[in-house]
């Protein structure tokens, strides 16, 4: 009998349910229903090149995990392969920036906060540069464990002057911010999602704005104030909860820093559950940041978070490390339910 089977009398035996494969472990965080679009960082960035001759791109020998790789195809003269070097990836990104060039540096979110962050800081941040670093497997987006779950980095980075951080959705979400990061004077850090990414906003009327927040749906009930793909799970969640009568709004907070504070105050004081969701740990993340914000506005608001454990995660299928950590739909819902 294998693994996969049970028993159910002499000599028969039936199918259990299958396995996951080690390949979960990298596996999209993507629905299996769900519409999804490939590598949308390395197109958009590829068709802003098209119009913007400054736009350079750089990679930690990690292009095609970071989907680089689009950018790197169509402006091969642009690109600049820096091999396992990130805190030499980062000086050479702010030369460039030095010089009037726009680089998008890229490479693992570990690598870029843990790694190199003083390069991060002193040579881009203190100078205030318009340097882009892109961090790929943000959080609980890989199941190859702490040397790759990058569960910290917007504690790590929220602390640094200057920059910008941005975790988006999806799809929509990440096509829209290039540009827009492009354009801004100093340095952002992007929480990129990669491969095949879902798109789930162009449903919501959404645009993004740097630093803005965006309310998504409106509830009377529940508010939502979710970032990155939380924001999908909080889709998905709030769709779930309307069936059993709760109405749930939820506020998209795609901006980490600078936060849009007045959108947050104003989403929270009302006499609604208010719940936070993000892909990072419980300590110096949304949670943490939402609750600073309505203790110093004077609002006397409950906050309830869904975040990863302060903890270094298990490795394992990324389905089931979603579930155990508290990230997927069902989890969302029945933290929710038992809040009501």
């Given amino acids: 009998m294998t693994a996969t089977q049970t028993p159910v009398s002499a000599g028969t035996a039936r199918p259990g349910p299958a396995r996951l494969k080690t390949s979960a ?3 999209s965080f993507a629905d299996a229903d769900q519409r999804t679009t490939p590598a949308p960082f390395g197109h958009a960035l590829a068709q802003l090149a098209e119009q913007r001759r400054e736009i350079v791109g750089l990679s930690a020998d990690l292009a095609k995990y970071t989907d680089m790789h689009i950018f790197r195809d169509r402006h091969p003269d642009r690109f600049f392969q820096m091999g396992m070097s990130e805190q030499s990836m980062m000086g050479a990104a702010a030369g460039l920036a030095e010089v009037g060039l726009v680089p998008f ?3 693992y979110s570990v690598f870029a906060t843990r790694r190199a962050y003083d390069f991060l800081c002193l040579d881009i941040a203190e100078p205030n540069l318009n340097v882009n670093v892109v961090g790929a497997l943000p959080g609980l987006t890989t199941g190859y464990g ?4 990058a569960t910290e980095d917007l504690a790590i980075l929220r602390g640094c002057p ?3 951080i941005v975790d988006p959705c999806d799809a929509v979400d990440i096509e829209q911010a290039v540009p827009q990061l492009a354009d801004h004077a100093g340095p952002t850090y992007l929480r990129l999602l990669r491969g095949a990414v879902p798109r789930v906003l162009d449903e919501y009327n959404y645009r ?4 803005k927040a965006a309310e998504l749906r409106t509830g ?4 939502l104030i979710s970032t990155g793909l939380m924001t999908m799970r909080a ?18 907070v795609p901006t980490i820093k600078p936060l849009d504070t007045a959108a947050i105050i104003a989403a929270s004081r009302t006499d609604r559950l208010v719940v936070t969701l993000e892909n990072h740990t419980i300590v110096g993340g949304l949670a943490e940041s939402v609750a600073s914000t309505l203790a110093f506005a004077g609002v006397g608001t409950r906050v309830l978070p869904i975040a990863l454990p302060d903890e270094f995660l298990a490795a394992g299928a990324l389905p089931t490390l979603h579930d155990r950590y508290g990230l ?13």
């Fill in 146 to 149: 702490p040397s790759h779950q």
């Fill in 328 to 340: 997927s739909t069902d989890a969302v819902v029945a933290k929710v339910r038992a809040s009501l």
């Fill in 220 to 223: 009377r009930d529940v508010v």
């Fill in 235 to 252: 889709l998905q969640a709030a769709a779930r909860l309307e069936a059993d009568g709760v109405d749930v709004a939820v506020l998209h």
């Fill in 162 to 164: 200057n920059l910008t």
């Fill in 208 to 211: 993004f704005q740097l630093g």
């Fill in 25 to 27: 472990m990298i596996a």
């Fill in 105 to 107: 540096a890229s490479t």
